[in-house]
């Protein structure tokens, strides 16, 4: 889903992200200039209130696995956000970029990770450490503690 967009008008990349909890009206990018091998091609840098650009975000170069194109991935994030937004930036026509939301993948080969079950459906859930359960079949507690007195003295 494309949530904004980046031009390149005088040699600067300017534009906006907007999601339907997300306004960013004024956003740049600036160039990193690092000899380390992992260091962001680009810091993504906001507006803030004040009318001070701060940086929000940083993208690496990533390629497709399945075409080999090449894009820049990375993630928006501010102590204001309630988590990180996730963005990749495809290049235009015009030497800017179109701004997608990408959805983190499930990996197989981290066991589905994400919060995604690793078992199938016809498998039995395995015992997590809890025990059995104290209530009866009509709801009633059963077993240690069901002959408690129904009154308990505050003192």
Known sequence: MNIGEIRNVNDRLTGSIATRTIDLPRIG?????????????????ALNVARRWVQVGALWEAASKKTGEVFLAGNIDDPSLPEPLPVALFPSEDGGYT????RETVRAEFGGGFGASTRSYDEQPQDRGFGESTAGSNGALMGAGADLDDEVPFG
């Open 99 to 102: 701004i997608a939301w990408r």
């Open 29 to 45: 990018l600036r160039k990193v200039e690092s000899m380390n091998p992992r260091a962001p091609v680009y810091e993504v840098l």
